[in-house]
Structure formats: structure tokens, C-alpha cells
């Protein structure tokens, strides 16, 4: 719509100035030119009475000089555009004519390419559209195939024509600025097509400077497209169910994945095309080129692009999905945290082995914390929305989790309230945009805890399942698939919000996971007819208790009746099948299961009549509900194998001791660093928007940075009045001044990097800066070493892609390059990438990371007064603090950050307990609240504030901070014994003080 707008205002205008305005001078003066008489008058300067010669001759013929001088320019480009030639535009007088009518011109052949057409062509019926009747209530409730075929009906165009990406091949006198104009009427729109075909090209090289374009490069022009023809076929007809009927499948084959993560799809998994697999290598592949190669392809690097364009794979390589991959590191967040309890200071916490860490930082890239949350919103708003209206909950079929939305298909039609959106007529489709529903403001029991994930679809969605709706799930195909399947399902219910109150019974599977993951939700038994006769009992127990509150089924009971119980259903995965009378037994539970809240999941021979999961390989699977209707293919969601090992060793490390810290090592980036530079007062200089991107000769030509000194103090001035970040925001009291001598700083504006805290950058153009770019500079200041490769940096940058044919991390340190410039002596501040070597950095870049090891020293017990105060004011807030969720950047920052943690709170404790021993408390209280800042969950920095409110004797100080701890780590929080301690010795040392 946008373009046919912008398009028939082209047109609009050029009528006019093209034929408006010469008719209305025709009308108006006539004959431009003089008559005699007049150029007599003219000549011997007879005086004009009335303006008669000025208004109907000279002003006139200006007016058609000046439209001829749009008109002719306008001409020489409507030619070229029709036998598509560019011009040149090399006449100075014209040149802006020129440009203006080849915008117009492109307007209106973009108008009449594509929306004329799109608007007013009757469109073909496509192949893949169904027609979909109402679902009725008494329908099978495994009718997912079905639902989904609903949706996607809703939201296509009934007739949409296939796009193709509008292809430009250059020829000789192209230039993007002219290809800006011609297709988009916006020549400042020329750097999207410069990101849009930063890969190789057909000669082998590579488009790297936007001045230079070769004949016979191919570019594409992103958001610009032409219409395939469509063969027309007949909509087939699904006439709508009724009670004696089963819904019919459509007449076309459904679409068939084919195992990609992602497609063209709104997901986060969307690759660069529609159908294009996500291209997810294993963690520690090596490329097998030097670094200083040119990249044959790569990603955007701006702010923009980057989060426009980002393709986050849906799964890891082995085949966890993102939303369980949250889950999992959820777990693992929470044991880290007990693992920082536990330390004591001078101590460092386990951290993983390489390999296992590169499976983290994988599990980072792929994990989607943002999609649980959506989720767990969506389903608590709909119970409170039940309990408080007096309705009875909708049956679930299933869930579609994507970036743009979160679907529910439900099972029969129902009326769902705001924020949910009806996606088709017959209401059994509806949809949440992400952030819309809001956690309740009471608690809740959710209403369908087993709901989880099976894997992934085409069009880049995590697709769940109700198991409890489902009543009987049966996992056919490749044993070990199979089993990886169950697991995963499992491990789902361990560590999914809305199976709190879930109760799993696993048979058969010893190695599972989720048992170590959540000892009370996941039970192991290996008594099958023990399990048997528990689950008829249980059976028997939730019929006799649904009849007391005079409910059909759980789903009523958990509106209606949740004064007393949760109704959490029983979920019992079998990996090996009974046989005999047990088999037995076990199909007559799974008949009288349905509404009650209990299901089985097994592995092999079908267990009952039921849904199932046909597994072919990793990467295929198909869901089967067991009526007439096609299937519904995905990629299955996979925990097994190799990767299972090496999430087994991740949550294992946390189960290891913490170890002695060597600060001198910890801080060797000081030994790696480089000779300061002597310096005047001067600027960097920074490149303006006009600069190339390709490389200058001073850059080619430096050498890079000889090895350094190491820096006595902080390389920046951190002002007196610099806000402390601190946790009891209503506390009457602050910290007292503390006389801090003011720091070196250099004598040209370097750039710095601060990390303790919300993430910034001092002495940069941050508008400038692409998104990723601070990041980069970040990276390679925290290797601890004076150069670092580049396979290194994209690795840990961009694992997803990580290899030969990638190299983003060139890409964005050649636009960095040109963005911070040189030092005052013409060195650059980040040097070309050496072959030998990788990529260095000015020895004066630096973070607020290395200027804290720098004033605490390899001895924090020796450190002096002023360096540890200066030290604790560089520390703004939690480390790394404000980065983006779901973009996956930063990703590679778990090891430092902890280390950051660590160092903060021993600084914290050192500082304390010295303001203690010199009744300085205030001072005491600015550390230990510097501490809970820097870890708000960790009770260390709250003991510290605890210790100093006894030592000074003061009640009131020691009854706050202990309410405001708990409001922070949780009132039902266990905590440490250490803390547990510290208040109990309280009651002994502090007089007056009340019990608790």
C-alpha cells in the first residue's frame, strides 16, 4: 500500500509539472515570446506600464525555460529506464533533475510492477489453502493437523502470487546511489542494498566499497519484488463436521519440512531464504584458511540490520529446542548461584571445560527465555481470567511459539478475552503478540502444566502438545531418536514455569536427566506392577474428588474448585512397554484417562489407541493423530547422544568445589598489554559518514601495537558525586562522601569500554558504532592476551555460523576501523588483522574491568586504602548489565562475568571489613551495598550490610536490610547457613532486637 501511495503521487506530480503547468500557461500568457513592438520597448528600456511585458512575456517564458529544464532530463531518463540503461549524470546543471526524475520514474514503475498488480488482478487459488469448516465440540480433540491448516488459512492471502527478489545485474556507470534511486526513489537508501550483497560474487570477489561496483555483479535489492506466474488450482472443498462426522482432510498433500530450523518465516530461526536449513555446526570446528582472508560471505553489522536480520537457530546441533535450552540454563543459572554462595572470598567457583563450554555458549545462542515467558504469561491470564468470569477452561490441543506470536489450537470453539486475538471465524484458532499478556497480579495455578515441546516447524516455530488432552502419546521410529525424544520431553516438565505442580513417573529410562533436574516433579520407578496399581488408585481418588465438587473433568476443577488442590495431572513416560497383563492393565488405565489428568508417553508398539509420533531421523518426524486427517511433519526435539553427555557435565561442574584464585594470573592482561604510546593533547580523529569502508594506506601499512607496560591507575576520571547503585532505593540513609584523589587520565579522549554495570562506551561515537561493535572491542580486550584470532572471535561471536564460508568479524572490524580512527600519532586504534597473529588493539583502549584489576593488585590484603575505593566506584551495577535477551549477543560472557562477580564482592568484603575495624560505617555500608549491586541474588553482599548494622549496634539498620534481603532473594528462599548463622548470632550481640 505504501508503495502504491508513494507511486500514484509520482505519477500525480509529473501529470503536473509535465502537462499542468504548460497548459496553464498556454491559457494564461499565451505566445511567450515578445512581438516587436514589445522587444523595441524591451531594447530601448520604454517603461512597462502595468507589468504588462513582465507578467505576460519574460516571467512566463522563465517559467518554460524552467520547465524545460526538468522536462529534458526527465526524457533522457524515461528512455534509459525503458530499454534499461542507467545514465551518467555527469552534467552538473542536471544532475538533480536527473535524480528527481529517476525517483518518480521508479515510483511509478514500482506502482504498476507490483501493487497495481497485486490489488487488482484476480488472484489464482493456491495449491496449498484448504477450505475449513466449524470444528465441532464433540470432534476428536487430536484434530492438530487440522487446526494448524486453520491458521495458516487465516493469516495467507487466499490468492497470493508468488515474489521473487528483484535481481540487478550492474553494468558499466551503475552506482548504488543510482540503484537506490531507481528502485526505492530514495538514493540515502543505497546502503541497504550495499548490506544486502556483501557476499561473493559470480567473479569471486567481494563488494566492499560502496564506490565500487563491477560489470556483471549480481545485487539484490532487498524489499523489492516481482510476480511469478501461479498456476491456478481449485480450492478444495472441506465441508464442515458434524457430530457423526470426522473432519476430512484437505484435498492437497500437507507441507512436507524439510528439517531446517528455519525458513522464511517470522521465527528466530528464519534462515536467509524461504526452505534454507540454519547452518549449525559443531561447537570447535576449525576453519582451515587464515584469518586475514576476505570473507566470502557475511552477516550485516549495523544496529539495524543486525536485529532485522538475525537468524537464531530454533536448536542446538544436537537438537534441543530453545525453549527447553532456556530451561536447562535456567537450572543451571540457579545452581551457579549456589555455587557463588558457597564461595568464600579469595575463591573462584568450577567452570566448565572448553568443550563443554562451547556447548554452552551454543545453548546461549539458541535459548528463547523470552518465548517461555510469552508462554507461561499466556496460560496464567487465561486462568485468572476462568477463575474470575466463572468459565470453564478451553480444551488445548496445542501451541506454536514464534518471535511475531504465540497460537493456541484449541480442541473446540470457544471465546477467549483480551489480549488474545480469534485467528479464523470458527474460534478454535487464537493468537497472543509477545509482551501482551501479563503475568497475573495473584497467583495461579496453570491451567495446563503438560503442555511441551515435540520440536520445530518449517516456517520457524516451536510446536507443543498437550499431553494431558492427548491422553495416550506413542513415540515410534529409531530407538535412540526415540528415546532422545523422551528424554528431552522430560527434561521439559523438569524445568518448565507452567509444570510446577506436574507430577512425572519415569519407567525405563535410568539415564534421564530430568531427575537430577527436579527431584519432586520427576519420579523414577522401575516396579511396573507397583506403578500400575498406584496409577488405578490415583485414578479411583481424582474420579471420587472431581464428584465432590460436582465437576466433569480437571479443566473445570481448575476454575472452579482450586481453593484446596492444583489438580496437577500424572505423566508417566515409558521408555520400554510392559507386555502381557501388564501391557494389559496398563491400556485399561490409558482407556479411562481422558479429563482425568493423567497420560502415558511411550517408546515402541502403541500402547492404545492414540496420537503418534512417527520418528524417521534427527531431522523428520511426523505427528499423527490418529483419525483421517495428513500429518503434521517437524524436526523433532532431541536430548541424547553426545550432547546429553556434555549437559550432563555442564550441570556436573557445578556440583565441583571452588578453587583458589591466583590474582596475578586472573589479571595477566596486564602483562599482555602494550607499550603506551607518547601522547600531546590531541583528539581522535573519527571518520565521517562519506569515509570508505575499504582500508586507507596508513591502515594496510601499520604495524601493530608493540607489547606493553603494564598501567598504574585508572584511565579515567570517575567523578566524586558518581551515582552508587543501591538496593534499598527508601533507606534514609546514603553512603557517606569518601575523599577519593582524582585519577589519571590520558591526554587525548581514548576510547573506553565500561563493563561493571549497564554496558557503554566513553569517547565514541556510539550512533556511529554498529551494533555489534562495542561487543568486538569488549571481546578482544578481555582475551588476555596482546593479539587474538580471528577464528577465535568469530567463534565465540557467531557461533551459529562459525565456518570457512563466514567471516563476519573482518566485516565489522573494517567498518570499526574506519568509525574509531587513529591516535594522535597516525597509528590506528584497531590495526588490520595479521595473518600470524589476529587482531590487535591500541594499547590505550580500555575497559573499567582492566583499570579494577589494576587498582586491586595481585594481593587484595595488600591493596591500598585509595586503590580499593577507587576500585569499588568503578562498579556501576551487576556486571554486563542491560544487554538484549534474545538477540544472542554478548553470549560469550558467562566465564568472565563470573570472575567479575567474584572479584567485586571479595573487593566489597576486604573494604568492609576495614571500614569495620576503624568504625567507619558508613563507609562499610557503601561497600557491602556496592556488593549487592554487583549481585543482587547472592546473599554475601547482604551479609556484609547485616555484619555492619551489628557492629555498629543499630536495630532499625539490621531489621531493614533483613526484610529488603528477602524481599530480593525470595521470603521462601532457603538460605545460607553462613547467613543463618549471622542472625542468630544477632539476637545474642544486639540488645532489643525482637524475634523473627
Not at 233 to 241: E, F, M, V
Not at 344 to 368: F, H, Q, S, T, Y
Not at 602 to 629: I, P
Request: aromatic share 6%; hydrophobic share 45%; net charge negative.
Amino acid at each position: 500500500m505504501k508503495k502504491l501511495l508513494t507511486g500514484a503521487g509520482a505519477l500525480l506530480l509529473l501529470t503536473g509539472i509535465l502537462v499542468g503547468i504548460p497548459a496553464a500557461l498556454v491559457a494564461l500568457a499565451g505566445n511567450p515570446f515578445p512581438t516587436a513592438e514589445q522587444w523595441h520597448a524591451i531594447v530601448t528600456l520604454t517603461p512597462d506600464y502595468g507589468n504588462v511585458i513582465m507578467f505576460t512575456k519574460i516571467l512566463p517564458l522563465v517559467i518554460w525555460v524552467l520547465w524545460a529544464a526538468f522536462a529534458i532530463p526527465f526524457l533522457v531518463e524515461l528512455v534509459a529506464a525503458m530499454g534499461g540503461r542507467k545514465t551518467t549524470k555527469k552534467v552538473a546543471a542536471f544532475r538533480g533533475q536527473q535524480k528527481l526524475a529517476a525517483g518518480l520514474i521508479a515510483a511509478v514503475a514500482v506502482m504498476f510492477a507490483g501493487g497495481v498488480g497485486a490489488l487488482s488482478a484476480p488472484a489464482p487459488a493456491s495449491a496449498d489453502s484448504y477450505s475449513v469448516g466449524t470444528v465441532d465440540a464433540s470432534a476428536s480433540p487430536l484434530d492438530l493437523s487440522s487446526a494448524m491448516a486453520m491458521v495458516q488459512a487465516a493469516q495467507m492471502p487466499p490468492a497470493a502470487p508468488e515474489q521473487q527478489q528483484v535481481v540487478h545485474q550492474v553494468v558499466d556507470g551503475d552506482t548504488l546511489w543510482d540503484l537506490a534511486v531507481q528502485y526505492y526513489g530514495q538514493g540515502e537508501r543505497f546502503v541497504e542494498i550495499f548490506n544486502a550483497n556483501l557476499g561473493v560474487q559470480p567473479d569471486g570477489q567481494s563488494l566492499t566499497d560502496p564506490d565500487l561496483l563491477l560489470p556483471g555483479w549480481q545485487l539484490s535489492i532487498p524489499g523489492v519484488y516481482t510476480q511469478a506466474p501461479v498456476e491456478e488450482a481449485p480450492a478444495p472443498s472441506t465441508p464442515a463436521p458434524t457430530p457423526d462426522e470426522s473432519v476430512q482432510a484437505p484435498t492437497t498433500d500437507a507441507p512436507v519440512l524439510d528439517g531446517a530450523e528455519g525458513g522464511a518465516g517470522g521465527g528466530a530461526g528464519g534462515g536467509a531464504g524461504a526452505g534454507e536449513a540454519t547452518d549449525v555446526r559443531g561447537m570447535g570446528e576449525s576453519i582451515d584458511r587464515p584469518v586475514v582472508e576476505q570473507a566470502p560471505a557475511v552477516d550485516d553489522v549495523s544496529e539495524t540490520a543486525d536485529e532485522a536480520d538475525i537468524a537464531i537457530p530454533l536448536m542446538t546441533a544436537g537438537g534441543i529446542a530453545g525453549l527447553l535450552v532456556a530451561g536447562l540454563l535456567g537450572a543451571l543459572g540457579a545452581r551457579r548461584l549456589r555455587q557463588r554462595r558457597k564461595r568464600v572470598k579469595g575463591e573462584r567457583i568450577a567452570l566448565p571445560e572448553p568443550e563443554v563450554a562451547d556447548l554452552e555458549l551454543e545453548m546461549r545462542m539458541v535459548e528463547n527465555p523470552i518465548g517461555v515467558t510469552d508462554v507461561d504469561n499466556a496460560l496464567r491470564t487465561l486462568q485468572a481470567w476462568a477463575e474470575d468470569n466463572g468459565e470453564q477452561l478451553p480444551e488445548l490441543l496445542a501451541v506454536r511459539v514464534a518471535d511475531d506470536e504465540v497460537a493456541l489450537y484449541l480442541a473446540a470453539p470457544a471465546d477467549l478475552p483480551e489480549p488474545f486475538e480469534s485467528m479464523h471465524e470458527d474460534r478454535t484458532a487464537w493468537i497472543v503478540r509477545p509482551g501482551r499478556a501479563q503475568a497475573p497480579d495473584r497467583p495461579t495455578v496453570s491451567p495446563y502444566p503438560a503442555l511441551a515441546t515435540i520440536g520445530t516447524d518449517a516456517q520457524g516455530g516451536y510446536v507443543l502438545l498437550d499431553l494431558e488432552q492427548i491422553g495416550s502419546l506413542n513415540v515410534t521410529g529409531d530407538e535412540e531418536i526415540a528415546r532422545g525424544m523422551l528424554n528431552a520431553l522430560a527434561c521439559e516438565f523438569a524445568t518448565n514455569p507452567w509444570s510446577d505442580e506436574i507430577q512425572v513417573t519415569l519407567v525405563g529410562l535410568e539415564d534421564a536427566l530430568a531427575r537430577d533436574l527436579d527431584r519432586i516433579r520427576i519420579h523414577q520407578v522401575a516396579d511396573i506392577p507397583a506403578l500400575v496399581r498406584n496409577l488405578r488408585a490415583d485414578l479411583d481418588d481424582r474420579r471420587d474428588a472431581l464428584d465432590s465438587y460436582g465437576v466433569g473433568g480437571v479443566l473445570e476443577a481448575r476454575s472452579r474448585a482450586t481453593d484446596i488442590e492444583t489438580w496437577a495431572p500424572h505423566i508417566v513416560i515409558l521408555a520400554e512397554t510392559p507386555i502381557g497383563s501388564l501391557r494389559d492393565d496398563l491400556a485399561d488405565l490409558v482407556a479411562r484417562m481422558p479429563r482425568l489428568g493423567i497420560a502415558t508417553i511411550a517408546q515402541g508398539t502403541a500402547l492404545a489407541a492414540g496420537a503418534t509420533v512417527e520418528v524417521t531421523s534427527k531431522e523428520e518426524a511426523e505427528y499423527r493423530s490418529g483419525g483421517a486427517l495428513p500429518p503434521l511433519p517437524f524436526r523433532p526435539q532431541i536430548l541424547a547422544g553426545e550432547e546429553l553427555e556434555l549437559v550432563r557435565s555442564l550441570f556436573a561442574t557445578t556440583d565441583r568445589e571452588a578453587q583458589p584464585v591466583d590474582l596475578e594470573q586472573e589479571h595477566a592482561h596486564a602483562a599482555a598489554e602494550a607499550e603506551p604510546a607518547e601522547t600531546t593533547a590531541a583528539f581522535v580523529d573519527v571518520a565521517t559518514a562519506e569515509d570508505e569502508l575499504a582500508p586507507t594506506a596508513e591502515e594496510t601499512e601499520a604495524d601493530a601495537v608493540p607489547a606493553a607496560e603494564p598501567v598504574a591507575t585508572a584511565a579515567v576520571e570517575i567523578p566524586e558525586d558518581a551515582p552508587v547503585a543501591v538496593v534499598d532505593e527508601s533507606a534514609d540513609e546514603t553512603p557517606a562522601e569518601i575523599d577519593v584523589p582524582s585519577v589519571e587520565v590520558p591526554d587525548w579522549p581514548a576510547p573506553y569500554i565500561r563493563l561493571l554495570g549497564p554496558v557503554d562506551a566513553l569517547n565514541v561515537d556510539m550512533d556511529a558504532i554498529p551494533g555489534r561493535g562495542i561487543e568486538f572491542l569488549a571481546f578482544l580486550l578481555l582475551q588476555n592476551t596482546p593479539s587474538v584470532p580471528g577464528a577465535l572471535v568469530q567463534k565465540k561471536l557467531w557461533p551459529d555460523t562459525f565456518s570457512k564460508d563466514n567471516n563476519n568479524a573482518r566485516q565489522l572490524a573494517k567498518q570499526l576501523r574506519r568509525i574509531l580512527g587513529h591516535d594522535p600519532f597516525g597509528q590506528p586504534l584497531l590495526p588490520e588483522g595479521r595473518s600470524s597473529a589476529g587482531f590487535t588493539i591500541h594499547n590505550q583502549i580500555r575497559t573499567d574491568w582492566h583499570d579494577f584489576c589494576d587498582l586491586i593488585g595481585p594481593d587484595l590484603s595488600t591493596t591500598p586504602n585509595e586503590n580499593l575505593i577507587r576500585a569499588i566506584r568503578l562498579v556501576r551495577g551487576q556486571p554486563f548489565d542491560g544487554l538484549k535477551r534474545r538477540l544472542a549477543w554478548w553470549a560469550w560472557r558467562g566465564p568472565i562475568e563470573e570472575t567479575m562477580r567474584a572479584a567485586i564482592l571479595d573487593a566489597a568484603d576486604e573494604l568492609t571489613h576495614r571500614a569495620l575495624a576503624t568504625g567507619k560505617f558508613d563507609d562499610a555500608r557503601f561497600a557491602a551495598r556496592i556488593a549487592q549491586s554487583a549481585d543482587r541474588l547472592n546473599e554475601a553482599g547482604w551479609r556484609l550490610e547485616i555484619e555492619t548494622a551489628m557492629v555498629a549496634g543499630d536495630v532499625d539498620a539490621f531489621n531493614t536490610i533483613v526484610d529488603v534481603m528477602f524481599e530480593v532473594v525470595g521470603v521462601d528462599a532457603e538460605i545460607d547457613d553462613v547467613t543463618q548463622q549471622l542472625l542468630d548470632d544477632a539476637h545474642e550481640k544486639l540488645s532489643g532486637l525482637a524475634a523473627r
